[in-house]
């Protein structure tokens, strides 16, 4: 009988071997998809175990976990001013998941990060509890409350950058919601997403970044960019060959101005008096084609501006005649973010150069070491350093003399430019208010360039101007961060 | 047939030889390490979840270790010549399940559950009940040839035993499956224990079969078949599975009779036929029981495509999350596991201590530890099939093997199971998981086991002075 049961010894080895291989199968060839498969609850578990690590504005912490009650869910997160920092952070909701930095940054914020995992094990060694580390953001805390308490209870946004580097210092959108409010799991976090998510209001856009505005006059900055770039002008001051009303090509429509003696004014003029007569015909001797390439340089039509939470995409389409003049006055199928609008002051101010825009500033572990740094680059050269210089001095009248004077700050040098975006079926909808500008010291360099647009509903639509409601707001915003320098 | 002789004559003179070791010093420090290691697992568990080494620790230590050390005295009496390695290797996976049930207990996830009860408390009574057990055997049944009188008894008692569940008022339905009796407030699974009076009956009765078997047949295309009244057995016990599988739904049950019977007749009647046959017979059945019974289509459902019975789970009911969340479990353990305490398999819920404990073992030991489990699974296994071959007597060695055969399906279709890597039956793990009938019944197998080796590996005794030695003197070549 031995013979058999050598066999069945050998049988039952094989079983065991089918057990170790299938075991190896799961735990090690299939672990790390079974490990992060999103309807796995330990995902979940992980992000909210632990205290979750923090969203840092001027070395503060603008967000924090509180603990909960729950069972699987130790921690749930909290904001400092939620309203005022949603558009930054985005939300993390143990019930709807994560969204803008609380997304892109889990890993880190979490402490899962593979960056993190020899200082894991080492933890787990020395019996450390894992913490999450901490995302240092570029935003200036100043500036942020001064653009959310200048937007106040009308709706529209703000973005600030710094010229120089490209760090995003404000990015405020009204009306916000506060993300606390459904970071839980329980019903109630839930049915207060549901509402704020059915809003008409449309809380939860991040208007900064995610919505796209006709540009209104604030545009003719760019058109006054490609004119220069282009040699459709030379000199600022010299006289051009304007009609007022203008024929539009093409068309027998005739275009006339708001303001201001626009008949064969110069550009400098045009600027400050914001002419559409002037820049629609520039637009349309620069050409569809070298006003597309124009935009381009200051970041048009690019549909993966990631700072890191992606932009929507700006465009200046390819139009007809027509179309292509109105667009160079911002009145056509041309669309920008208010990042967008602030990315071109910022490539003014910062002598044609563009640099590229972002708002974290360092990853950090638990103990403070720095995992990933940013350094800031260059996007384009937008336009040369001479047109730079003409585009300023233009941009400076139009805030010391012309229909930017709400802008002007004792001391400083600010360079703007207004805009009342017309839209809606036969322009009906209350319009836009834009402001976009830059603030120089009298070193010559430029810390801060905003735009602000305000949409809004309930003013009177002739008082609806760029001047009037957006330029107070970028004022303070950049007197925010020039005071927060010294 | 004649050669088998000779061979087993010349084992009988190698094993019989004077001056075996008894090895019980081996035994003894291996026993050592088998409670030094669940004490510090349990330690580790303590101190992973509350920051502070467990209450009950001494309690715990000394329970182990009390009853470690009445076994292997126990042993060293009674069984000196037993195989060193199965008491110890038992007593570490004990000791290990107590702790990994004591781990569940904590869960505040399973606190919540209705169905909740403190498990590791009783656990360790039972682990007690199934030590006194294994003493039991090992002072009273100085012989296993002994049980060989029982034959037909135990055939009788496996039968009421495996038919308990289907009494009304009695047997319980547990989720499906029907493989439970409640008496007094206990729930006892009678299954565990036909596993070792079936093996008896099966021993017993093939020993006297075998030859009948093994001889009486006809050569067709390389196969030996067997005559066709000597059908009769494997086909009763078939159809006995058979109904199992469909009374009691219960296929773990069914196929570990099924499975350790054609190994006991492969065996005594060194017929590979019989495995073709029994393979075929398995195959008719289960696909032929699978056609109608839901219970089992569902079961293979889940094993197809754990994910789907997944997503069905959260809105339809009948349908279990529980595959996948084990698989969940293994994945997220990986190479090395989160520790004893840290992980979140109490996620499986219900019978996450019992059917699926493997998975907190996966989850907190990681691959490492879950194949360390699985081969001291496979030394019990190995060193009871080394049991049936050093036993000098044909009911002892088919004993030896039926008994480590079925305890080796048993851990490998729940740890598969478990695994994924076949349908998912209601099975224990052998001295791991929760269950008192399983602890219990297991203990006794491995008293047997020890019994049998102990007479198969104890020197021959002298040879009493005998008048006629002289004249009967064998000269060899």
């Known amino acids: 009988m031995n013979k058999p049961l050598r066999r069945i010894a050998i049988f039952c080895g094989l079983l065991v071997l089918a057990l170790l291989i299938r075991d190896n199968w799961i735990q090690y060839v299939q672990a790390d998809s079974l490990k992060t498969d999103s309807k796995n609850r330990r995902v979940a578990i992980e992000r909210y175990g632990t205290p979750r690590g923090d969203i840092i504005v001027d070395g503060k912490a603008i967000t924090g976990s509180a603990a909960t009650k729950g069972t699987d869910y130790k921690y749930k997160r909290t904001w400092k001013n939620g309203e005022m920092w949603a558009p930054v952070t985005g939300y993390s909701s143990q019930i709807i998941g994560a969204s803008q930095l609380e997304s892109l940054e889990d890993g880190i914020l979490t402490g899962n990060d593979d960056r993190l995992f020899f200082r894991n094990t080492l933890d787990m060694v020395t019996g450390k509890k894992k913490e999450g580390g901490s995302v240092v953001t570029t935003l200036n805390a100043a500036a942020q409350k001064a653009a959310f308490e200048g937007l106040g209870d009308k709706k529209g946004a703000v973005a600030a950058i710094d010229p120089q580097t490209g760090a995003i210092l404000a990015l405020a959108s009204t009306p916000s919601y506060d993300p606390s409010t459904f970071a839980g799991i329980s019903s109630k976090d839930s049915k207060t997403f549901q509402k704020l998510d059915k809003d008409s209001d449309k809380p939860m856009l991040n208007r900064a970044l995610r919505e796209t505005y006709p540009p209104g006059s604030t545009f003719k900055v760019v058109t006054a960019a490609a004119a220069l770039e282009n040699d459709a002008v030379t000199d600022i001051d010299a006289k051009t060959d304007s009609p007022d009303p203008y024929q539009l090509p093409d068309t027998k429509t005739n275009l006339t101005n708001e303001h201001g003696v626009c008949k064969n004014a110069t550009i400098r003029y045009a600027l400050e008096q914001s002419c559409n007569t002037v820049f629609a015909k520039l637009s349309n001797t620069v050409g569809n084609e070298k006003m597309r390439e124009q935009s381009e340089k200051f970041g048009f039509n690019e549909s993966e501006l990631d700072i890191p939470v992606r932009a929507a995409e700006s465009v200046y389409p390819e139009d007809n005649r027509p179309q292509n003049a109105m667009a160079g006055i911002g009145q056509a199928s041309n669309r920008a973010t208010p990042l967008q609008m602030a990315m071109v002051a910022s490539a003014v101010a910062n002598d044609g150069e563009l640099m590229k825009p972002y708002m974290v500033d360092q990853l950090r572990a638990s103990n403070l070491d720095v995992i990933e740094s940013h350094d800031s680059e260059p996007l384009s050269q937008a336009v040369s350093p001479e047109t730079a210089q003409k585009l300023q001095e233009m941009m400076e009248t139009v805030v010391k003399t012309g229909t930017g004077t709400n802008a002007q700050i004792d001391g400083v040098t600010v360079g703007g430019k207004t805009g009342t975006a017309q839209h809606g079926v036969d322009n009906k909808e209350k319009p836009y208010a834009w402001f976009i500008s830059y603030a120089k010291l009298s070193d010559g360099s430029s810390p801060v ?26 004022k303070s915003v950049m007197q925010a961060v020039i005071n927060s320098k010294k | 047939m004649s050669s088998t002789t000779n061979t087993s004559t010349q084992h009988t003179s190698t094993i019989g030889a004077i001056g075996t070791p008894s090895r019980r010093n081996t035994e003894l420090a291996l026993l050592a390490f088998a409670v030094v290691i669940p004490v510090f697992a349990y330690v580790n568990v303590g101190l992973a979840l509350n920051d502070q080494v467990p209450a009950g620790l001494a309690a715990y230590g000394i329970g182990l270790g009390v009853m470690a050390t009445i076994g292997h005295l126990v042993v060293r009496k009674f069984a000196p010549y037993a195989d060193p390695l199965m008491l110890p290797l038992a007593t570490l996976l004990n000791g290990l399940g107590l702790v990994a049930i004591w781990r569940l207990d904590q869960s505040e996830r399973l606190q919540l559950s209705k169905t909740y009860v403190e498990a590791s408390p009783r656990q360790l009574l039972y682990s007690a009940m199934g030590v006194a057990l294994f003493i039991v055997v090992l002072i009273f049944l100085k012989d296993h040839r002994v049980l060989q009188r029982y034959t037909y008894i135990s055939m009788a008692a496996s039968l009421v035993l495996l038919m308990l569940p289907l009494v009304p008022g009695l047997g319980l339905d547990v989720f499906g499956a029907k493989i439970w009796i409640s008496i007094a407030g206990f729930t006892i699974q009678p299954g565990e224990f036909a596993k070792i009076v079936i093996a008896v009956f099966f021993a017993g009765y093939l020993m006297v079969k075998r030859d009948a078997l093994a001889l009486a047949s006809r050569r067709f295309m390389g196969l030996y078949l067997p005559r066709g009244r000597d059908l009769g057995p494997i086909l009763v016990v078939w159809a006995m599975s058979i109904l199992i599988l469909v009374f009691e739904t219960d296929l773990g049950t069914s196929l570990l009779f099924f499975g350790m019977f054609v190994i006991m007749l492969y065996v005594a009647t060194e017929r590979t036929s019989w495995i073709v046959f029994g393979l075929l017979m398995s195959a008719v059945g289960a696909v032929g029981v699978a056609s109608f019974e839901i219970h089992v289509q569902q079961r293979v459902q ?18 279990s999350a529980q595959s996948m969340e084990a698989l969940w479990a293994f994945g997220s353990g ?17 019978a996450a201590n019992s059917d699926f404990i493997l998975a907190t073992f996966g989850e907190e030991l990681g691959l490492a530890g879950v194949m360390a489990i699985l081969l001291l699974y496979g030394l019990i296994v190995e060193r009871g099939i080394r049991t049936a071959l050093a036993a000098r007597d044909p009911f002892g060695k088919l004993l030896a093997v039926g008994l480590s055969g079925a305890f080796g399906l048993q851990v490998f279709v729940v740890a598969g199971g478990v695994m994924g890597l076949i349908p998912l039956t209601g099975m224990t793990l052998p001295f791991v998981a929760y269950g008192g009938s399983s602890v219990i019944a297991n203990w006794a197998l491995i008293g047997i086991l020890l019994r049998i080796s102990d007479t198969a590996r104890r020197p021959a005794p002298s040879p009493a002075p005998n008048p006629d030695a002289e004249m009967t003197q064998v000269v060899r070549p």
Do not use: C, Y
């Open chain 2, 302 to 319: 889940a094993w197809l495509d754990p994910m789907g019975e997944w997503e069905l789970s959260k809105t339809v009911l009948g349908h």
């Open chain 2, 334 to 350: 990986g190479t090395l596991g989160t520790g004893l305490g840290q992980g979140n398999s109490d996620l499986i819920g219900f």
């Open chain 1, 449 to 474: 360039a905003v735009a602000v647009v305000v949409e809004d509903g309930s003013a009177n639509r002739g008082d609806i101007s760029g001047g009037g409601l957006a330029a107070p707001i970028a």
